[in-house]
Each structure stands twice: as C-alpha cells, then as structure tokens.
C-alpha cells in the first residue's frame, strides 16, 4: 500500500472526503502518482472514481483531506490553479464547441482565459501538426467539431490539454466512447505520454484494457482506497476482487431482496412483450440496436445489464413503446409502464402537483376521464390512495413535485408507473442516484410487482449488482446487442467475462 | 432621373444608419449568447439623451451622451436577464416598454406636450474628399453624419474582433457552448454584460442619430420600432458584422424606397416594399435564403437553472 | 391557474410586484416634478371616479388587454415564447373588418358572429407560419412572431390605404361598419360593449379548458416539461405546441375584431397602441392565469384609462404609464425569481440534513 519507490511522486491526495448532500461519494482516497507512469484508477460505478478525478483537476474541492503537488500543499480553487501546477484533465464529456472548428476549439483551449488581443491560429496549427506528427492523434484541423465521430472529438480533447503542455495527464473514462481500434490507439498514446516523463492518471472499469496499459493500479470502493499496486504485482482476479469486495458480497438490499428472487419465480407467465430481430439507431446513428431478440413474461424479472452506451438506452425506449424499432419486431403491450432513468427531467413535471404529475401517465384510463374532462377529484382520490400505499413523503395531493426530496420523487413516479404498467414494467437505472432507503424502496415494489405474477419487469441497469440481486434471468447488452447470462454465470465475474468476450468476439468481428 | 438615384441612396444611407449602428450592436450580444429586445428601449434612450446633451453642449457631446444613455438602458436589461436571470424575452420586452414610456414622459415634463417641435444642433454632413466625387453613390456614402462613418468603419473592425482576436474566439464560445467555453477558463457572465452593455450603448448611439442626424428633434417614439427592426436585421445579415451592415442598408433602402415611389408618382403599394425585408429575414430563419442559424446558446440563461 | 396554486403565488406575489412598481413610479415623478400623490389621485379619478369613468373608460379599455392578455397566457403555459399578439390582433382586425364591410346579405347577428370568427381565424392564421416553423423547422418563435408584427401593420396600412379605403379615399382608414355588426351596448348610454363580456366569458372558459380537461392538462404538461410529457405521459408535443400557438394566434385576433366591432368600427393606422406588448405585462402580472387575467386587465385599462385624466388634471405625460407597465414587468419578474432561489435554497438546505 505505500507508494512506489521508483517514480519520483508528482501529485498526492491524501485522506480525501467528499459528501453531495445525502451521498458520500469519497470516505478516505488516497492516490499517489509518480511521473512517467500510467496510472490506472478503477472501481465500480458510483465508487468515486470521478469525484477524485475532479477533486485533482480543481473542479470541486474536497470537503476533507488535502491535495499535494511537489510536496507543497496545493488549494485549487478553480480549475485555472489546478492548470498552473500542471494537471489537465480530459472530461467524460466533452467540453467542444460543436460549430467551432478543431483549430478553434485548440485555440480556445490555448488561450484558456489568457486575456489578450491575438488569437494565434497559425501558431496553434503549426504546434498541432507537430503534435499530430509524435502523438500519432490526426486530427482535420479546419473541420467543423460538429461533423466528427466520437473517436475524433476525444483526439480533439486530448489535443486540446496536450498542447497545454501539461506535467499531469488526467482522463476520466477515456474509453467508454471508442470504437475498439479507437482504443488501442489511445492505449499506445498514454504510453508514449509516460515515456516521455508525464504522468498519466487513467480512470477506468474495463479490466483488461487497465491491465494491459497500467504501471500502477489503485482501486476505490466505496470511496475508499482499497488496493495501490504496480501493475506487476497483482493479477486480474486480485483486481476484480478488490473492487467488488472480498466475499462478492453485495452492498445493497442484503438478503432480503436476494433471497426473494433466489427462490423460483411463482410462476413462469406468458409472454407479455417479445422482440424479434430489433434494430435502432442511437442518438449520433452510432450505437444501434443489433439484431436483439427479447422475451419478457408475466411474474418475472429480466435484467439487462450493461456499460452505458451500448444501447440500453435505446432497448428501453422501444421495450416501453417510446420509440418504433427500424427493423425487426416489436410486440410490446399498449400502455406500458416505464421508470426512466433521468427522473428529473423525463420522470416528472417539476411545476405539476403530485397528483398531475401521476395523472401524466394515468390520463388515458377510463374511471378518470369522461368525455374531454378528467376527473380530478378521482385522480386526488387516487393520489392520496397512492401516497399512503407508497409512503410518498408529501403533505398533500397539492405538493409540488419540485418540492420532494429525489427518493420521494421517484416514488412518485414508481407509484405511478407500477399502476399504470399492468402487463409490462420497463425500469432504466430505477436507482440512480437515490440513498440506501429509497434504493431498498424500489427494490421491494419491483419484488412485490414480480410476486404478484401479473406483470412482466425488464430492468435495465448498469448497476451489476442490483441485475444480479433482482433478476430471475440476465442478458448483457454489449455494443448493441444482446447476450443470455447461463445460470452457471451468474456472478459478477462471469457476467464481466461474459461482457468482455462479447465485445471482444464483436471486435473481431466488426468493419467499423 | 441620375439624381433622384442619388437622393434615393442617400436616404437609403441615412435610413439604413441608425439600423447599422443598432444592429451591429446587438450582433455581438447575440453574438455571446443574449438576445436584448430591450434595443429599442436603448435606441430611444439614447434619443433623448443625445437632444438633451445637444442642447447643453452641442451635437458632439450629445451623442456621448446618447452612448451612455443606452448602456444605461442596457445595463437594467444585464442586471435582470443576466444578473437574476430572468428571461430575455420578458425582460427586453420590459425595457422596451419603460424606454418608450419613461422618456416620452420626460420628455413632455421637460418641454410640454404641445410645444412646437424642438430645434436641436444637428450633426452636419462631413464630406470625404475624393470619395464623394465618385458618380452616383459618392455623395450618398460619402458626404453623411460622422455617426455613418462610424457603422462603416465598425462592422469591418467587429468582423476582425469576432474572427481574428483571441477576445472574439471567447465571445463566439459563450454564445454557442457556454460550458465549453467556462471550461477553457472563460468568464461567461461577465463576457455577456459586457457584449450587452455594448450593444445597448451603440443603440444609444443609433438614437443619437435618429435625433441629431435624421430629424433634428426629438419625438415621442421616434425609434418607431428600429431596434426590432435592427432584431430582424441581425438575422438576415446572419450574425455576421458584415452581412449585418448590408442587411441595415436593405432595410434602410425598402424604407426610403416609399418616398421616392411617391415622388415618382408610381401607384405601387410601398407597403410591400416596407415588409419586403421582413419576409427575407422569416426565410432567412427558416433556411430558403442561405442557412441563418443563431448562437446555440442563444436566449439560453447561464448558468443553467437546476 | 395550477390547480395547486397557494395564495401567495396568487394574489401576494402580483400585489407586491404592483405595490412594489407604484412605489419606483412613483419616485420617478417625483424626481421629475411631479407631485405623486396628486397624480394619483388624479389617476385613480379618471379610472375609478365616477360610474361613466368605470364603464365607458376602464372597462372598454380592459377588453383587449383580457383577450390579448389571455392569448399571451396561454402562449407561455404552452411554452410558446410567442411575442406576435400585435401582429395578430391586426391580422384579426384585418379580417374583421374586410368581412364586417362585405357579406352585408347576411342577417345581422350572423354577420357579426362572422366578422368575430374570422377575426379569430385571421389571428390563427398569423400564427400559423411562426407556429409551423417552429414545430417543423426548429425555428424559435420569438422573432419570426416580431417580425410578423410589422408585416401585419404594413398589411393593414396598405388595406386602408388600397382596397379597404374608405369611398372618398382621402383618410387612412376604412368605410364604418354597418350598425347591425357592431358590438351592441351593455347598457345604454356608456359604451361598454358586449366585447366585455365576451372577453370575460373567454377568460373563464380557458381557466376551464386548462384546469379541467384532458387536452388543458397536455397543454400545461407540454409547456412545463416537454421531456416529461413526451416520455412519461407519452404525448404527442408537437399537435399540442401546434393547438395552443394558433388558439393564442387567435384570441389575439379576435382582440383586434373586437376593438374594430366594439369601439372603432372601423379599421385604422395604429389601431392598436401596442396592446400586443402590454398584453405580456397583462399576463405575467396575473401568474399566467387565465381567471386572474380579468383583474390585471381591468388594472391595466384603468391605467390607460386614468392617464388622461392625469394628465389634465396633474400634467403628468399619459406616457408615462407605460413606464409603470414595464415596471410591473420587472418587479413581478424579480420577484419570481427571488422566490424560487429562496425556495430552491430552502429545500437544499432541508436535504442536507436528510
């Protein structure tokens, strides 16, 4: 656990905590990392991963601990003061300006705030074709941001904080986005960066990509540093272990909610929505659906687990009726029920009462409507029924929804789309970004729903864990397509290998 | 049939003037991501000021005068769309509103309501050599109020800021990615009023113009929509200083295009040609005529509400 | 209108935005000369003095504050940014009146209904290219409806000038209409008109419309939250956006028919003084609600209305009251915000702890 003797250090977080609100994203991080190294930080969704990478380029400050540059104690106040000690930090989002050029976007990254009446195009262009030429990362410098894939805005980024000439080389999931020759690319990259003397700090969850770019690995859970090692001294399972826990064992609902779905489904229904042969474009007509065949019966949970990005976003659209396939067969049930994941700006009307915000999805039944009008003191009768059923913490039917708190929020929208949904419940990420009780809420309403044997539950998640507590059968959406879970794999291990071979066995596979 | 071209441009100049001046204004505060119908408020502002300044210390200091009153204008917009980040809409709507009223109301407090029209010291023509003796258009262009002179030389030199300086790059970047353009270190708010509070004074200046250059007087709303109009003009010269002040001499020519319709006694409905401008700019928008698309962060509050 | 709404967002709120711009107005003239009080007085004597001033003035004057007032309502419950209710109140103006002075075969009542439907329609109609662009093209509404409002005025200076000349063709305006379609009298002797009522039953019918049926309630999903409704109430945005731009189109229109019907009986140059912008202060002021609409209508005509009067009787500028209309403006939008920071804080507050 000590740092390494061999890599003079260049930047230390010591000890750092960091709460938002109810969520206590770092318990005690520590990160050390030597110049010319890749270092590589992994973890598991939600472990703090990019809160420490934030914490190290200026953008939030902790709440505990301190940052140590060059031995001195650093305060980054902005992200300009962590600039001038040397850290640039390539986003997981990226920060272009879509109509600008490349060379402008460069140009604007150069300057950063610099004040100044010149803008140095030309300088920019010469330093950029220099850089093309060592780092291998081409670029069409008078090419609209807009008009490139996602591979070559990253390479604009990267540019971007390279020509900024920076000591400390920051990425916070660098891969998510790529294409897998995308990524070799990339690898080769961040080597040649630490050749150089740099030091490259890499934020990942894909193992095999760590293991074979990593000189040193530090693994978070629970935002906390558990394992600091070089790359040399551990093993993949020693790695996977550490992030998930020693026993595997599962952080949320514990038993409970496990054993329910360990026993056998009550029984195995009718199919309620099947998919045949589905195909869709993504938002950039990148990440389709491929080909995915699907079948959801009654009383049953299907998880559907998966890195983000890969088209879960999309089997849930067309699953809830949100979206017509291109190609292939859909045959979903008319009124399905759908918890999607971004709750505050899909869920919810933050301007409508508890009561319009359930009326969003119940208007269409009958007892509520006569004629044009909707009948709202049934729907009230409704609402306070479903506020006692549900535990929804709102003084009245007359609440705001913006005035809830995010766990009772969704269970607005849980309560709502749990009536609603009779024969099929699609739920997105129903967790994200809910506290331990609101999660455990969820859970118990999508076990209560499965036991009752009317319904059918896709879950879609990218949370393993919950996939793994909840569902009765378990496919992996890898780059568009989806994979069945054997029972024999049903552990973390064997759906992250299962994750891995699929995309690799795509990679091959592929003429992108 | 020579000179009534002549006069005809040289309206058109002069009508197209105080469009220019607003406009070019307002091109760079859309530019950074604020739309200010508030102009009007500005330009009016700036009118009266410009008489008032006039008449105390002559047509010069009164279009300082007409500068200042329309940042001033300008600023009420800034601290209430941008510092409290009301909508742009509303609140240019607003200042539009309180422009027109506060200054009509000032300005009969001031010299009564029936008073005959005011007299004020105008800016007087200033006649560039060489340039003027060019056939037809010399004098038209060239023998203007120096406040002409200065739509001219502004829209090259605010095309140059915007495309050529390190300070324009950060100005575009505001008002198509604002998050984007706070990662790389820019103050967005701060970009933003100042962008406002430049248009709004060159709207006062626009104002000043009207007053000092055009009509002589000051009268009750005698923007008559300009700074709307000067909206409209910075859509169809898509954002673009240069194309901004083709757009404004447009407009300016469409305007003067009905006097001269009835000087030659021609029984066209000069209506047609007053709205002519307007449809262009709608197919500007909708993309018949060139691709007109404004700042993606345009109207757009920063930082953004949660 | 929301169904949930709690006293202070209101009455509270729109009373001190008031009280709030009274307060600067009335520090304005001060600065300016002017003896507040007396001005108000004055005011207040010329809006509210006597049965003829309520009736014949304030009232009349409310009208097409309500019904543009309303357009305006429902535009922004919508989210409809749309900024054309003058052009549209000309367009309607401009329908009405070439109908009102055509098909007199028709009986008088029917006539009339007609010129106020094609008032309406002619309104819709003007929204319908901003309405369409929008929805079709992506083209933010707000300056294609600014634009339109000039185009509207240069119609109907060119219809008053061209073919809806009066017959000596010597003024700018247009022949009178026929007795038989023009808005009777509520009572005789003031002239305030069944244009009133209209605008009042109008008022209430939206109130209902919005609050009580299905297609309100998508209307105010649609313009709180378009990404809710689509996803969660699984409705179709883009009819709902298309419904509610072309019904504001034509309230304002038939604003335009109604003061064309009800006061002038004839179309004129600069029919409107701008009612189509005082409309959004009409609006804000009431909280969007169509009910409340009424009153802030009624305030705004009592305050067009009492400005001659002060400035007979105070030689206070009649300009100066659309300063205070801007005022209300700015004070009810201040205020707005200022609340949901306060709000927002407090609850921010409040998790933390949870």
């Not at chain 1, 061999?6 to 994203?25: E, I, N, T």
């Not at chain 1, 080389?169 to 990259?189: K, Q």
């Not at chain 1, 514990?254 to 054993?259: G, V």
Request: hydrophobic share 50%; with cysteine.
């Amino acid at each position: 656990m000590s740092s390494s003797a061999d890599a003079p250090v260049a930047v230390r977080l010591r000890d750092v905590h960091k709460r938002f609100g109810a969520v206590h994203a770092l318990r005690g991080a520590d990160l050390s990392l030597g110049f010319g190294e890749v270092h590589a930080v992994l973890g598991e969704n939600g472990a703090g991963k990019t809160t420490l990478l934030r914490i190290l380029a200026g953008l939030i400050p902790p709440d505990r601990g301190e940052v140590i540059v060059g031995g001195r104690v650093a305060r980054f106040r902005t992200p300009r003061d962590a600039w001038s000690a040397g850290i640039g930090l390539v986003h997981q989002h990226f920060t272009l300006v879509a109509r600008f050029t490349v060379l402008e976007n460069l140009a604007l990254g150069v300057r950063w705030g610099g004040g100044g009446f010149a803008l140095p195009l030309r300088d920019v262009r010469r330093r950029v074709e220099r850089l093309a030429e060592e780092t291998g990362l081409a670029v069409p410098p008078d090419a609209q941001v807009g008009t490139l894939g996602v591979g070559e805005r990253q390479r604009v980024e990267i540019l971007k904080v390279l020509l900024r000439e920076p000591r400390v080389l920051a990425l916070d999931e660098p891969t998510a986005v790529l294409a897998p020759g995308e990524v070799d690319m990339l690898l080769r990259l961040l080597r040649t960066q630490a050749a150089e003397g740099r030091c490259v700090v890499l934020v990942a969850h894909k193992l095999d990509e760590v293991l074979s770019v990593a000189d040193r690995v530090t693994v978070l859970r629970g935002g906390r540093t558990v394992l600091e090692a070089a790359r040399s001294e551990v093993s993949a399972d020693l790695l996977a272990t550490a992030m998930v826990g020693e026993a595997g064992a599962l952080v949320l609902g514990e038993s409970a909610a496990t054993t329910a779905v360990r026993r056998p489904a009550p029984a195995p229904g009718e199919p309620v929505a099947r998919l045949e042969g589905v195909t869709l474009s993504g938002p950039r007509g990148e990440r389709a659906l491929k080909d995915v065949a699907l079948e959801v019966r009654r009383g049953e949970i299907v998880g559907i687990a998966g890195v983000e990005g890969n088209g879960q976003r999309e089997l849930a659209k067309v699953l809830s009726r949100r979206a017509q396939p291109l190609g292939g067969r859909a045959t979903v049930p008319p009124d399905p029920g759908f918890i999607p994941q971004d709750r505050a700006r899909e869920g919810l009307v933050p301007d409508f009462d508890v009561a319009e915000n359930l009326a969003l999805a119940l208007h269409r039944r009958g007892e509520w409507r006569r004629g044009p009008l909707l009948l709202w003191q049934n729907v009230r009768a409704t609402a306070r029924d479903l506020i006692a059923r549900y535990r929804i913490a709102a003084p009245s039917t007359r609440s705001l929804a913006r005035a809830l708190s995010g766990g009772n929020q969704q269970r607005v929208v849980v309560a709502r789309e749990l009536e609603s949904g009779r024969d099929l419940l699609v739920a997105e990420n129903p967790t994200r970004g809910l506290d331990v009780a609101a999660t455990a809420f969820v859970h118990e309403e999508l076990l209560r729903l499965r036991a009752r044997g009317d319904t059918g539950i896709a879950l879609l998640s990218t949370d393993l864990d919950e996939v793994l507590a909840l569902a009765d059968r378990i496919l992996v959406m890898v780059r568009g397509r989806l994979v069945e879970v054997p029972e024999d794999a049903r552990t973390r291990l064997g759906v992250g290998a299962l994750m891995l071979s699929a995309g690799e066995s795509q990679e091959s596979s592929s003429s992108v | 049939m020579s000179e009534i071209i002549a006069a005809f441009l040289e309206a058109s100049v002069r009508l197209g003037a105080p469009l220019a001046l607003a406009a070019l204004g307002e091109s760079i505060t859309e530019r950074s991501g604020v739309i200010n119908i508030g102009l009007e408020g500005s330009i009016i502002a700036g009118a009266l000021a410009s008489a008032l300044g006039a008449l105390a210390w002559g047509a010069g200091w009164g279009v300082g005068a007409g500068a200042v009153a329309g940042l001033v204008a300008a600023a009420v917009f800034a601290l209430f769309a941008l510092g409290l980040r009301c909508d742009q809409i509303i609140t240019g709507t607003a200042v539009t509103m309180g422009g027109l009223g506060f200054t009509a109301a000032a300005y009969e407090s001031r010299f009564g309501a029936t008073g005959t029209a005011l007299s004020l010291p105008t800016l007087g023509p200033v006649t560039i050599p060489l340039l003027s003796d060019l056939p037809l258009v010399g004098r038209a262009f060239f023998a203007q109020a120096p406040t002409v002179y200065l739509a001219y030389l502004l829209a090259p030199a605010l095309w140059l800021y915007l495309n050529r300086t390190g300070w324009g790059l950060e100005l575009r970047a505001t008002g198509e990615e604002p998050a984007a353009a706070e990662a790389a270190g820019v103050r967005v708010v701060r970009t933003r009023v100042l962008a406002t509070l430049f248009g709004g004074a060159l709207a006062g200046v626009a104002g000043a113009h009207l007053a000092l250059a055009h009509a002589g007087t000051f009268g009750e709303g005698m923007s008559a929509g300009r700074g709307f109009i000067a909206i409209a003009v910075v859509v169809l010269g898509r954002w673009n200083p240069l194309g901004v002040l083709a757009a404004a001499l447009l407009f300016g020519a469409a305007t003067a295009l009905q006097f001269f319709l009835q000087t030659l006694g021609l029984d066209l409905p000069y209506q047609l040609f007053l709205a002519l401008p307007y449809l262009l700019t709608l197919l500007a928008l909708a993309g018949w005529v060139g691709r007109a698309r404004a700042p993606a962060a345009l109207g757009k509050p920063w930082p953004e509400p949660t | 209108m929301r169904s949930g709404a709690f006293p202070f967002a209101a009455i509270v709120a729109p009373a001190a935005a008031f009280a709030l711009s009274l307060l600067v107005a009335g520090v304005s003239l001060w600065l300016g000369g002017h003896d507040p009080l007396r001005a108000g007085a004055a005011l207040l004597g010329g809006a509210i003095g006597s049965t003829d001033a309520i009736l014949s003035v304030t009232l009349v004057r409310s009208v097409p504050f309500i019904l543009t007032g309303l357009a305006v309502a429902l535009a922004f419950r919508a989210g409809v940014w749309n900024i054309g209710a003058e052009g549209q109140l000309y367009a309607g103006a401009l329908a009405a009146t070439w109908v009102g002075l055509g098909f007199s075969w028709l009986p008088g009542p029917l006539h009339l209904a007609l010129v106020l439907a094609a008032a309406a329609v002619g309104g819709a109609l003007w929204a319908l290219v901003p309405a369409l662009l929008r929805v079709r093209l992506g083209v933010g509404e707000v300056i294609t409806t600014l634009v339109l409002n000039f185009v509207a005025i240069d119609l109907a200076s060119w219809a008053v000038r061209g073919p809806l000349q009066e017959s000596r063709r010597v003024f700018p305006q247009s022949e009178a209409l026929a007795l038989d379609v023009r808005l009777p009298a509520l009572w005789a002797g003031t002239r305030l008109h069944w244009g009133f009522v209209l605008a009042a039953v109008l008022a209430v019918a939206l109130w209902w419309v919005l609050g009580r049926t299905l297609i309100g309630f998508k209307v105010r999903a649609v313009g709180s939250s378009p990404e809710a409704a689509r996803v969660s109430g699984r409705i179709a945005v883009q009819p709902v956006t298309l419904g509610a731009f072309l019904a504001s189109g034509a309230f304002a229109g038939l604003a335009g028919g109604v003061e064309v019907a009800g006061v002038t009986y004839a179309l004129y140059e600069g029919l409107s003084p701008g009612h189509g912008y005082t409309a959004i202060a009409v609006a804000l002021l009431a909280g969007l609600n169509p009910l409340a609409v009424i009153p802030a209508g009624i305030l705004f005509g009592g305050l067009e209305g009492g400005a001659g009067a002060m400035q007979r009787f105070a030689s206070v500028p009649a300009a100066w009251v659309g300063g205070v209309e801007a005022l209300v403006i700015l004070c009810v939008l201040a205020i707005h915000q200022g609340v949901r920071r306060f709000g927002r804080a407090a609850r921010d507050g409040g998790d933390e702890g949870a």
